[in-house]
């Protein structure tokens, strides 16, 4: 992707979430209906809404791009470039007044991606993640985007979802590394790996993700110092195990990988 091309699809990204932001802010703790899909989890006016605006932004700049959003599918299938977008990751946190969710998008170079952006439109915190380029944090509190240097389990601050999501995992691996870590915290959603390249947190173990759920992840993972895989250690792939494992740096992956692929038969 030449560089020219890059900073135009960066600025239509930047685009659709302040296009997001300004449709979810005004619905978070005010009164609207939840409906449950198909699979149980919730949405909302806001998802919906905000996910056409992003559509209808691509369909403007970029129409021979492909799109593929939570709420609306798949629209141009064969397109080398395709946008993966996920209006409100979080929608329980959403819909229960807790600002621990965002806005995830994510552009995709023949399955690679390329571009990622997390944005928190209650406390207006964005990260915004370019392959091969250190990743930009804003946020009216100031801060940057640098993984903490954390290389023991021991040490690690780990994260993850919700127990629920656990139930989904395919080994119990992920109790023996709970078990190694310092302390276990649930909860965030995509904000969890913002705090983890912000240095908050040094290890998520997830499992059940859907590729617009880590997609965007992994530039912004990247650029701020961490590593993000599957829990095998292999590339994350949309016909993959739905495992996610993200640390702070190379090291701490490395020792959670082994770690995980050694107890996976309990």
């Known amino acids: 992707m030449k560089p020219d091309t890059c900073d135009f699809f960066r600025d239509v990204a930047v685009m659709m979430a302040d296009a997001a932001r300004t449709v979810i802010r005004p619905w978070f703790r005010a009164p609207f209906d939840v409906v449950s899909k198909a699979d ?22 970029l129409p021979e791009h492909g799109v593929f959003g939570e709420e609306f599918g ?74 903490r240097a954390c290389h023991e389990l021991a040490q690690a601050e780990m994260s993850c979802t919700s127990p629920e999501m656990l139930e989904m995992a395919p080994h119990e691996g992920w109790k023996v590394l709970k078990q190694n870590t310092a302390r276990m915290t649930w909860g965030g959603d995509c904000y969890a790996y913002g705090l983890l390249a912000l240095g908050q947190i040094d290890l998520i173990t997830e499992c059940d993700m859907n590729p617009w759920d880590w997609a965007a992840l992994v530039p912004v993972i990247e650029g701020a110092g961490g590593k993000i895989t599957a829990w095998d250690g292999s590339s994350l792939r949309a016909d993959g195990d739905r495992t996610v494992l993200a640390a702070g740096n190379a090291v701490l992956h490395e020792k959670a990988v082994r770690m995980l692929r050694s107890s996976q038969d309990i």
């Open 40 to 61: 149980k989890s919730p949405v909302t006016v806001a998802d919906r809404t905000a996910e056409r605006v992003m559509r209808a932004i691509l369909a403007e700049l």
């Open 74 to 147: 798949l629209e141009n299938e064969k397109a080398r470039y395709r946008w993966l977008l996920d209006p409100v990751d979080g929608t329980r946190s959403f819909v229960t007044g807790r600002p621990l969710f965002g806005t995830l998008i994510a552009l995709l170079e023949d399955g690679e991606p390329v571009i990622g952006l997390i944005d928190q439109a209650v406390t207006q915190e964005r990260w915004l993640g370019v392959k091969g380029q250190k990743t930009l944090f804003t946020s009216p509190l100031g801060g940057n985007a640098q993984t």
